[in-house]
Structure formats: structure tokens, C-alpha cells
């Protein structure tokens, strides 16, 4: 399992990034993919889950109608929109399969003015 994490950056309150996550070493199409971050100094949490097929999601409620997770199994690649960005988002956002114990890297979201 190789995941790689992109898209992060710095952002104002207010505003919108996209994070990217491509996938290989696995069928891409047949597991859950889900996103996690970790702001300093706090546990890792999660953020976002979408099933195989792309027809089932699920959100925390700190994201909920903000961040909408998505996936292109055609790109074995997993994507968080994240609109209304506020600092409290700051955070490394990794993404994970699920039922793996491989993490990417992670990419860094920084909300500041």
C-alpha cells in the first residue's frame, strides 16, 4: 500500500482547497478510503470516509457541509474539497485505506490570516 498525499498549503479563513491522494499497491476500486489530520500537539482524528464505489460517505461533525470527500477509482485517487476553511483546520491531513496500518506523509493545511 503506497498512498501520497498532495494540495496542501497556506490558506485564509474563509477560503478553499483541494487535497489529492494517489493510491497504488492495492485494488484501488474494492476499499474504503478515508481521510485523517492532525493539528500540533493534538491526536490524529478523523475527517472523511467514502466507500469503493463512491456511494457512500460519511463526515465529523467538525467538517460536516464543508468538506465533501470524493474519489476517481479510474485515477486510484481520493480527493477532500475543503471550502470554509477556519484555523482550527490546521492540520497535517493524511489519508488512509481502510483496515490498512500504512499512512502517506501527509500534507499540510495551514488556515491563517
Known amino acids: 500500500v503506497q498512498l501520497v498525499e498532495s494540495g496542501g498549503g497556506l490558506v485564509q479563513p474563509g477560503g478553499s482547497l483541494r487535497l489529492s491522494c494517489a493510491a497504488s499497491?492495492?485494488?484501488?476500486?474494492?476499499?474504503?478510503m478515508t481521510w485523517y489530520r492532525q493539528a500540533p500537539g493534538k491526536e490524529r482524528e478523523f475527517v472523511a470516509y467514502?466507500?469503493?464505489?463512491?456511494?457512500?460517505?460519511n463526515y465529523a461533525d467538525s467538517v460536516k457541509g464543508r468538506f465533501t470527500i470524493s474519489r476517481d477509482n479510474a485515477k486510484n485517487t481520493v480527493y477532500l474539497q475543503m471550502n470554509s476553511l477556519k484555523p482550527e483546520d490546521t492540520a497535517v491531513y493524511y489519508c488512509?485505506?481502510?483496515?490498512?496500518?500504512?499512512w502517506g506523509q501527509g500534507t499540510q493545511v495551514t488556515v491563517s490570516s
Open positions: 467514502i466507500s469503493g464505489s463512491g456511494d457512500s460517505t
Open positions: 488512509k485505506r481502510l483496515g490498512s496500518l500504512s
Open positions: 499497491g492495492f485494488t484501488f476500486s474494492s476499499y474504503t
